[in-house]
């Protein structure tokens, strides 16, 4: 088990590195880069962030490094995809539940790297925009939300890539993103019971704003539903993993 993960280590720690700059990216480039684009300062976009255009370039900005760090986490399978390697993994001593632990705990581990990472930048920004504005904005909620999502979709994914492989799990992969990116569109547009609007005063670090009704039931729901997804695809990788290892190539 320990040579398992000191592999995984050695495998993997440029991605973990990348989690960490996919955060960078998302929380304080896009201030930097609004500056840019309207050709004014950091501390004017620091404070206009509660301007509509503003939020949504840090919404974009966050749900594409969570994309960015969700695709990192699916390269954790990119080199045992091979028969041989899944026959020598079926035969130690913690066998196939032994080897799937150690994936989930690497795919969560690179998930609260990112949350811990945003919360850190994010943070510093705020103590940035307090320092130069005397106003403080985090978006600190609507990162919680995307690691509870983040978790949700490799619950999603991972079965099907230890049972199909990696370009078929790939595959299956942008079929599920492109349902929840129509779903997600749906629920923009016709904003159930005042859901985004909650969201875009999180962005905006309104914390006046009181959380009621059914976006409240929503949000502690989902955090139980995220990780009890996550613990039963656990089980079904650890059921799927010989089917799937019968389809690699030697």
Partial sequence: MTGLIY?????????????????????????????????????EILLRQEEQLINGIKLISLLVAYLASGFMQGLIFRSDNRRIYSEFIAS???????YMRIKYELTFMMSMLMLISCNIFDNLLALISQITTDD?????????????????????????????????????????????MLILTVVVLTDPSGIMTHIAD??????????????????????????????LSYKVSCRLYMKGAQRNEI
């Fill in 7 to 43: 592999k995984e280590y050695k495998q993997n720690r440029i991605l973990l590195l990348l989690t960490a700059a996919a955060a960078f990216a998302g929380i304080i480039l896009p201030i930097t880069l609004t500056a840019q684009i309207m050709g004014t300062g950091i501390k």
């Fill in 92 to 98: 130690t001593p913690d066998g196939i539940k032994g």
């Fill in 136 to 180: 403080c904005y985090s978006c600190s909620g609507v990162v919680m939300i995307l690691f509870y999502v983040q978790l949700l979709l490799r619950s999603l994914e991972i079965p099907f890539t230890v049972r199909f492989g990696i370009k078929q799990g790939s595959i299956i992969k942008s079929i599920i993103m492109i349902v929840l």
């Fill in 202 to 231: 999180c962005i905006a670090g309104n914390d006046e704003i009181l959380i009621t009704g059914t976006p409240k039931l929503l949000m502690g729901v989902f955090p139980v539903v995220s990780f009890m997804s996550f613990c």
